[in-house]
């Protein structure tokens, strides 16, 4: 009976990966809601989990693919590969029309701006800090300081090395996180109550899933307003890091 049922995991892996990550999504969200009341927003908590289950699967395997390298799990590194990457980075960029961020106003347009120059510049020199020297590692690195999106879009366009890329992940799940706890407990201090700050957070912090988990935690009626701003700052990242921002930082460097 084992041998038959891991036979059909192994065959049906993309369909097994789908379901392991909706159980691992009802579990976040229950411990999320039974024992911070929604503070600590459940994706937080999922992603949390997962480099859990990773670093498991990586020891009990000895492989470089984290859980996916459990055969009844291999779908899982199909499931969070770079094909469903970019999927879902269309998806979400063809919800979005330019003429929204113009009703911002230019406020909006100078937070979207902002956010994005900082968080690459903030990155790239993290980078420099700690021994990478190379524009390529820079840009990756300065990349994953916007958004774990634009990290491994940018570090794949520049034919960056996979340990950079996978560091730009981690520098964005970092991010993505802090933001995610952070804004509840930084709402009330800088005036986050409304439609307009809300895009304006939106457009500095970039990460729409710590900005849509961090809002959700606030006030659920700002979450439209933020992560709109923050699918711009992501598809904007994806645009100017492997061109603009390359050409600057391999200036300086």
Known sequence: MKEFIEALLIEH????????IGVLMWISYWLSYQFT???LHGSAIAIFLGLVLALIGGCLTGGKKGIADIPA???IGLLGGAMLRDFAIV???LGVHLEELWRTGLAGVLSLLTGVFVSFAVGASVAWAFGYRDAVSMTTLGAGAATFIVGPVTGSALGAGSDV???SVAVGLVKSIGVMIGTPFVARFIGLDNPRSALIYGGLMGTT???AGGLAATDPKLVPYGAMTATFYTGLGCLLGPSLMFLIIRWFV
């Open 73 to 75: 799990l291999a779908g």
């Open 37 to 39: 009341r929604g503070r």
């Open 91 to 93: 998806a979400t960029a």
């Open 165 to 167: 890329i996978s560091l």
């Open 13 to 20: 892996s993309l369909v097994t990966a789908f379901a392991v």
């Open 209 to 211: 899933s710590g900005v």
